[in-house]
């Protein structure tokens, strides 16, 4: 088992900037990447950033992309998402998710992020 923990959400202000934390403990060994997912109110939960381990691959949802980037800290198994150029269309319920095999098998508990405009 893996237990993902996010922290970071807020409120902020559209331009300003968020920096989401997750920390993993427990059976980190067995999972193959980390990534960043969010669902925002009435919406399908996607992908917004994540990396894939043993290619040292970073991908982002093109709506991102320059804007949000993705970090590790590999002594803290803990990620990052830091989001700047914050819009009001990021406003979402934001999930970090381990990958066992092909699944995301393990999910934290979300955070808030509410952009204002």
Known sequence: QVQLVESGGGVVQAGGSLRLSCTASGHT???NAMGWFRQASGKEREFVAGVTWSADITYYV????????????????????????L???DTAV??????????????????QVTVSS
């Open 29 to 31: 060994f067995s999972t």
């Open 62 to 85: 093109d709506s991102v992309k320059g804007r949000f980037t993705f970090s590790s800290d590999n002594a803290k198994n803990t990620v990052y998402l830091q989001m700047n150029s």
């Open 87 to 89: 819009k009001s269309e």
């Open 94 to 111: 934001y999930y970090c998710a381990a990958r066992k095999g092909a699944a995301y098998t393990y999910w934290g508990q979300g955070t």
